[in-house]
């Protein structure tokens, strides 16, 4: 008992790490499997995947991958329809670091999307492994 008292912040602490760990764990599992860029080019040659880019505008329009769909995170909702044909395709879903992509691969997976992978890293991983960028 004597252990608990002079440890309360450290036992808090942990708890709270703990928790924070467990959520990020459990957000991650409808967010769709994370896949490196290598992967994804992979998924493109071997199964045609098709890649939806979740960013802004102006950071699409800054350089994404070549071929890929350009869909808003805030407009998916409302674009959901545009992406209906591809329900049984894979799809790969990238933004800036993979934040967004991952609220947005859950959002397709509760649209009735079968396969789903989220770009870890993002565009920053993609532009780090040296494969092609487009502004077209």
Not at 22 to 40: F, H, K
Request: proline residues 4%; charged residues 20%.
């Amino acid at each position: 008992m004597d252990f608990i008292k002079n440890n309360l912040i450290w036992i808090g602490l942990a708890a709270v790490s703990g928790g924070l760990f467990v959520l990020q764990t459990w957000r991650a599992r409808g967010a769709g499997a994370g896949v490196s860029p290598m992967q994804a080019t992979l998924l493109m040659n071997r199964e045609d995947a098709v890649v939806v880019d979740v960013r802004e505008p102006a950071e699409y329009s800054g350089g994404h991958i070549p071929n890929a769909r350009h869909i808003p995170l805030s407009q998916l909702d409302k674009r959901l329809s545009e992406l209906d044909k591809l329900k049984e395709r894979t799809v790969i879903v990238s933004c800036a670091r993979g934040n967004r992509s991952a609220a947005a691969c859950g959002a397709l997976r509760r649209a009735g999307f079968a396969k789903v992978f989220n770009l870890a890293g993002g565009m920053s991983a993609w532009d780090q492994a040296g494969l092609p960028v487009t502004k077209k």
